[in-house]
């Protein structure tokens, strides 16, 4: 027993502070335990991004195919086009040059980099809390250091 009350005399006094002790425990409770702790909804918040712009993408798709369906179905010279651009047929004595654009490259690095910041954006507001909460337990502590 007297080595238990030697121990708890060695913690200094800021620490046996029962408001610290218990915002500390709610923060690690909050930030790495809870089942929808901060990292696992970050976690999700990114999963829930990716999605919503993929289906921006697939409702951009669906918008440009059903224009082309519709001009494939009702004009003649929009299936010869079609047919020269995909599937690359040609008439007798014409040559086919094909050239190829860079632009997917550069947009799939843009979209990354805005995930990325936005990744950076939400770990800042989800810790804010965090710190606003341990800077008034130690103002608190000092304050109560003051008055003793």
């Given at each position: 027993?007297?080595?238990?009350?030697?121990?708890?005399?060695?913690?200094?006094?800021?620490?046996?502070?029962?408001?610290?002790?218990?915002?500390?425990?709610?923060?690690?409770?909050?930030?790495?335990?809870?089942?929808?702790?901060?990292?696992?909804?970050?976690?999700?918040?990114?999963?829930?991004?990716?999605?919503?712009?993929?289906?921006q993408?697939?409702?951009?798709e669906?918008k440009?195919?059903?224009?082309?369906?519709h001009s494939?179905n009702?004009?003649?010279?929009?299936?010869?086009k079609?047919?020269r651009?995909?599937?690359?047929?040609?008439?007798?004595?014409?040559d086919?040059?094909?050239?190829?654009?860079k632009?997917?490259e550069?947009?799939?690095?843009?979209?990354?980099?805005?995930q990325?910041?936005?990744?950076?954006?939400?770990?800042?507001?989800?810790?804010?809390?965090?710190?606003?909460?341990?800077t008034?337990?130690?103002?608190?502590?000092s304050r109560?250091?003051?008055?003793?």
């Amino acid at each position: 027993m007297n080595k238990i009350k030697q121990w708890y005399n060695k913690i200094p006094d800021t620490f046996k502070n029962k408001y610290l002790i218990v915002i500390v425990l709610f923060s690690v409770w909050i930030v790495f335990l809870d089942e929808h702790n901060l990292i696992i909804l970050n976690k999700r918040s990114n999963i829930l991004q990716e999605k919503q712009d993929e289906k921006q993408l697939l409702i951009e798709e669906i918008k440009t195919d059903s224009n082309t369906l519709h001009s494939l179905n009702n004009d003649p010279e929009a299936i010869e086009k079609f047919a020269r651009e995909n599937f690359l047929m040609k008439k007798e004595n014409e040559d086919i040059f094909i050239i190829r654009e860079k632009s997917d490259e550069q947009n799939n690095a843009s979209i990354i980099e805005n995930q990325q910041k936005n990744n950076y954006y939400r770990w800042i507001i989800y810790f804010l809390p965090v710190l606003l909460i341990i800077t008034v337990t130690i103002s608190i502590i000092s304050r109560q250091k003051k008055n003793e």
